[in-house]
T-cell receptor, first 115, second 111 residues
Framework: NAGVMQNPRHLVRRRGQEARLRCSPM?????VYWYRQLPEEGLKFMVY????????ESGMPKERFSAEFPKEGPSILRIQQVVRGDSAAYFC?????????????FGPGTRLTVT | LAKTTQPISMDSYEGQEVNITCSHN???????ITWYQQFPSQGPRFIIQ???TKVTNEVASLFIPADRKSSTLSLPRVSLSDTAVYYC????????????FGKGTTLSVSS
């Protein structure tokens, strides 16, 4: 069973461009979480989604950021008009439908650099 | 804010036992103590979880006293490959709960 997959692994964008980060959860997992990690910091929760629904987006900035998890295909975290402060590692995690909260499986992350 | 407090860093030598203590004075009744490990340039990986007393798996042991205000992750006979950041989290047994990570403990193992 393949683990959580994220692509691209590294992404460089100029200020003002858009960044699209993709996450394919593990097979059979219907819950997807996105976290952001700044250098030397712990991970910060951004958003929790199930298929076609955003369940909790309390950690997501109100502007420029959006996330989706369509019926078919990967979950996508979209950052519009990127700024230097968006430079970070973005991790996706997934979990099965009826799992405990701590049972989240993380992908390798996408490292976004904004120049 | 993280619900837990742990040392910023620890140093050890190969073959030693490492104990990382985590404080969680205000842990909720329905929270479990969970530990994750993160290597550089990788996502966190679940290590162990427990509610009370002692839990042991092939990787580590977790000791949680009766008052649950603290816990200790024990890594037996560490090797260089155990060098990583270790996060202590308190999370309820409920699907869909966001995990709250602090800065973790950076463990450095030397030969």
């Amino acid at each position: 069973n393949a683990g959580v997959m994220q692509n691209p692994r590294h992404l460089v964008r100029r200020r003002g461009q858009e960044a699209r980060l993709r996450c394919s959860p593990m097979k059979g997992h219907s819950h997807v979480y996105w976290y952001r990690q700044l250098p030397e910091e712990g991970l910060k929760f951004m958003v929790y989604l199930q298929k076609e629904n955003i369940i909790d987006e309390s950690g997501m900035p109100k502007e420029r950021f959006s996330a989706e998890f369509p019926k078919e295909g990967p979950s996508i975290l979209r950052i519009q008009q990127v700024v230097r402060g968006d430079s970070a590692a973005y991790f996706c995690a997934s979990s099965p439908p009826a799992s405990a909260a701590y049972e989240q499986y993380f992908g390798p992350g996408t490292r976004l650099t904004v120049t | 804010l993280a619900k837990t407090t742990q040392p910023i860093s620890m140093d050890s030598y190969e073959g030693q036992e490492v104990n990382i203590t985590c404080s969680h004075n205000n842990i909720a009744t329905n929270d479990y103590i969970t530990w994750y490990q993160q290597f550089p340039s990788q996502g966190p990986r679940f290590i162990i979880q427990g509610y009370k007393t002692k839990v042991t798996n092939e990787v580590a042991s977790l000791f949680i006293p009766a008052d649950r205000k603290s816990s200790t992750l024990s890594l037996p006979r560490v090797s260089l490959s155990d060098t990583a950041v270790y996060y202590c989290l308190a999370a309820p047994y409920q699907a869909g709960t966001a995990l709250i990570f602090g800065k973790g403990t950076t463990l450095s193992v030397s030969s």
